[in-house]
């Protein structure tokens, strides 16, 4: 397959769409843009956001802003909008203490809340072994997991699930002053969550219009920051593995339509040496490189992020995981919903706490992570950046606390 390169072909290229990333900014209210229906109980009034998001949203699309506008082309988003886009496409509402998708759940431990999500069959295939029941349970039998979850303490449900790969987070887990793995001093540096580790010193990016973007992320968080970097005015090519393509794609048609638009489409089957030679090209090509994947499964991809760094290319590296990359962090496994729990951004009432709007740790992550490729260019140098999902809402959290 002939490369990107600085004019584009290989793929197929799709216009630029105008949806949940490619909208015309508006400034709305909580409650005007919707969020306000996916926060709280069901049988409730909707509540409002947790001190500290909103102002920390609207902070990172200012950025955007400022910084795509030293690149050469001005890229205004709303957060707000960008938040709720899922939701509003899907028709999804607020359940509480259930996530509006409906695969995760805050439960009560005999010590405290956690959040589980059992969004994929094999989450199901592994509780047994995780709550130390003797037989299987039967996929959505929620009832026997939460009999389980609160007859056990957190430190022994959180020992339990590790190696297995479960989604699962003790509910404030990432905010600032709480233990990290290892005791390691993990405060947040960089942009809302993003520590950027400078490896090389090289001129910054004149225009966004000389980037190649190699974007191999899935889901959410990363596709949104490709689909801001076209509007930004970066060539964006989207690789998916044929035989295990972008998840997304089993969600809304038109959610994934408004992540991808506008990317050259890639997909090659990653099991064989042709597909995985395709891969490197399209790494080795680019100027900044997004994966959303651990960090065992990209060099599994025979991908090395601080060598191809340290060698000039690609200029930037994106990795956007659960919980980053460091020691105890990095095989952990998570999703929007129980990654904002991890961060401490939930809301409650008397009756307990309840989830904030939609896998919300998804779209702010995608906002913050632009915000720090986009800087990262500007000020020039080979950078790794390491966006947790769980550090960013922890760290929306705790900028309320600062102030």
């Not at 259930?98 to 969004?119: E, F, I, K, M, N």
């Not at 190649?212 to 964006?236: Q, T």
């Not at 991809?301 to 590296?317: E, I, M, N, T």
């Not at 307990?352 to 709007?357: E, K, V």
Request: hydrophobic fraction near 40%.
């Amino acid at each position: 397959m002939p490369g990107m390169g600085r004019s584009g072909g290989g793929g197929e290229h799709r216009a630029e769409g105008t949806g949940s990333a490619g909208a015309d900014p508006v400034t709305s209210s909580w409650s005007d843009s919707g969020l306000e229906e996916l926060t709280g109980r069901d049988d409730g009034p909707g509540l409002g956001p947790p001190p500290g998001l909103e102002p920390g949203v609207r902070s990172l699309a200012a950025a955007i802003a400022r910084d795509s506008t030293r690149l050469g082309r001005l890229v205004e988003v709303d957060p707000l909008g960008i938040m709720v886009a899922r939701a509003r496409l899907g028709g999804l509402s607020r359940h509480g203490p259930v996530s509006c998708g409906g695969s995760t759940r805050l439960l009560p431990a005999a010590d405290g809340w956690l959040a589980v999500s059992l969004a994929r069959p094999s989450d199901w295939e592994l509780v047994a072994a995780w709550l130390g029941m003797p037989a299987p349970v039967v996929p959505g039998d929620w009832t026997r997991v939460t009999v389980a979850v609160g007859s056990s303490g957190l430190d022994e449900l959180m020992t339990r699930s590790s190696g297995l790969g479960l989604p699962v987070a003790r509910v404030g887990e990432r905010q600032s002053g709480s233990p990290r793995p290892g005791g390691a001093d993990l405060a947040v540096e960089g942009i809302a969550g993003v520590p950027d580790r400078l490896l090389a010193a090289s001129r910054p990016i004149g225009s966004m219009a000389d980037v190649v973007v190699a974007d191999l992320s899935a889901l959410w968080a990363g596709p949104l920051v490709g689909a801001l970097l076209v509007r930004a005015g970066a060539r964006v090519v989207k690789f998916e593995s044929s035989s295990r393509p972008d998840g997304a794609r089993r969600g809304s048609p038109a959610h994934f339509a408004s992540l991808n638009a506008g990317k050259y489409q890639v997909a090659d089957d990653l099991a064989t040496p042709t597909g995985r030679a395709t891969l490197r090209q399209i790494v080795d090509e680019a100027d900044v490189v997004i994966t959303s994947a651990r960090p065992r499964a990209v060099e599994q991809l025979g991908l090395d992020p601080v060598a191809s760094v340290r060698h000039g290319r690609p200029r930037v590296w994106l990795s956007i995981t659960g919980y980053g990359s460091g020691p105890g962090s990095a095989d952990r496994v998570a999703f929007g919903d129980d990654a904002a729990a991890a961060g401490g951004l939930i809301v409650g009432d008397d009756r307990g706490p309840c989830f904030c709007a939609d896998a919300v740790a998804d779209p702010v992550t995608g906002l913050a992570a632009t915000a720090a490729v986009l800087d990262a260019l500007v000020r020039g140098g080979d950078h790794l950046l390491d966006a947790s999902m769980s550090d960013v809402a922890g760290s929306l959290v705790d900028r309320a606390g600062a102030g």
